[in-house]
C-alpha cells in the first residue's frame, strides 16, 4: 500500500524560506508513470495546488507562486521537497503531498498524505 | 488568472440525487481538463473519487459518477446517505502540467 508522509518544521518566521519533505513508501518515486506534487490548503479555506515534479526533474509550478516555489526530487531516499521562500502570515496552511499518475491517457491525483499544518508567525 | 468555480453550497435529502457542477472561466470545459473530484471531511486529506471525467477509483462508491454537463464537469450523488456530507473539490488538468481546483462545495445531507 503506497504512503506519503510530510515532514518539516510546523512554524516559520516571516522572511524565512519554508521547507518540507515527502517521503514515498509502498512504491518507488523513480516510476515513468508519475508526477509527485505538492498541494495546500489554508485554515477554513479551499485547495491550492503548488507545484509537481516528475522523476526526471521536469518542475511545472502555480503561475501565482512560482517566482518563490521550489521543488526537488531525491531518487535515492524516495523523496521529494518543496522549499517555499520569503514567507508571510498568508502562507499559513496545511500542507499536501500528493501522487500524480500520468499514464494510459488519464491525469489524476490518486493518493495524499495526510497533511501537515505549517503556521507562519514570529 | 483562471478560476474554477463551483456551487458554494447545497442541500439534499436523505437518498435524494443531487448534482455538482465545475465550471471553468477559459470556457467549456471538456474531458481534454481531466476532470477530477474529491471529498474532504473536516480534518481529514482530500479523498479521490473520480478521475478523467466518469473513472471512478476502486473505493468510489457506486453512487457516486462522474459527466460532462452544459459545458461544466458534473458529479452526481444518486441515494444521498448522510456520510456523504462533506467538502467536494473539482479539478481541472490545464496543458497537461498545470492544475486548478475549485473552490469547493459544502454539501449538507439534511
Known amino acids: 500500500q503506497l504512503q506519503l508522509q510530510e515532514s518539516g518544521p510546523g512554524l516559520v518566521k516571516p522572511s524565512e524560506t519554508l521547507s518540507l519533505t515527502c517521503t514515498v513508501s509502498g512504491g518507488s518515486i523513480s516510476s515513468s508513470k508519475y508526477y509527485w506534487g505538492w498541494i495546500r490548503q489554508p485554515p477554513g479555506k479551499g485547495l491550492e495546488w503548488i507545484g509537481s515534479i516528475y522523476y526526471n526533474g521536469n518542475t511545472y509550478y502555480n503561475p501565482s507562486l512560482k517566482s518563490r516555489v521550489t521543488v526537488s526530487v531525491d531518487t535515492s531516499k524516495n523523496q521529494f521537497s518543496l522549499k517555499l521562500s520569503s514567507v508571510t502570515a498568508a502562507d499559513t496552511a496545511v500542507f499536501y503531498c500528493?501522487?500524480?499518475?500520468?499514464?494510459?491517457?488519464?491525469?489524476?491525483?490518486?493518493?495524499w498524505g495526510q497533511g501537515t499544518l505549517v503556521t507562519v508567525s514570529s | 488568472q483562471t478560476v474554477v468555480t463551483q456551487e458554494p453550497s447545497l442541500t439534499v435529502s436523505p437518498g435524494g440525487t443531487v448534482t455538482l457542477t465545475c465550471a471553468s472561466t477559459t470556457g467549456a470545459v471538456t474531458s481534454a481538463y481531466y476532470p477530477n473530484w474529491f471529498q474532504q471531511k473536516p480534518g481529514q486529506a482530500p479523498r479521490p473519487l473520480i478521475y478523467s471525467t466518469s473513472k471512478k477509483h476502486s473505493w468510489t462508491p457506486a453512487r457516486f459518477s462522474g459527466s460532462l454537463l452544459g459545458g461544466k464537469a458534473a458529479l452526481t450523488l444518486s441515494g444521498v446517505q448522510p456520510e456523504d456530507e462533506a467538502e467536494y473539490y473539482c479539478l481541472l488538468y490545464y496543458g497537461g502540467a498545470q492544475l486548478v481546483f475549485g473552490g469547493g462545495t459544502k454539501l449538507t445531507v439534511l
Open positions: 500528493a501522487r500524480l499518475p500520468s499514464y494510459g491517457g488519464n491525469l489524476l491525483i490518486d493518493y
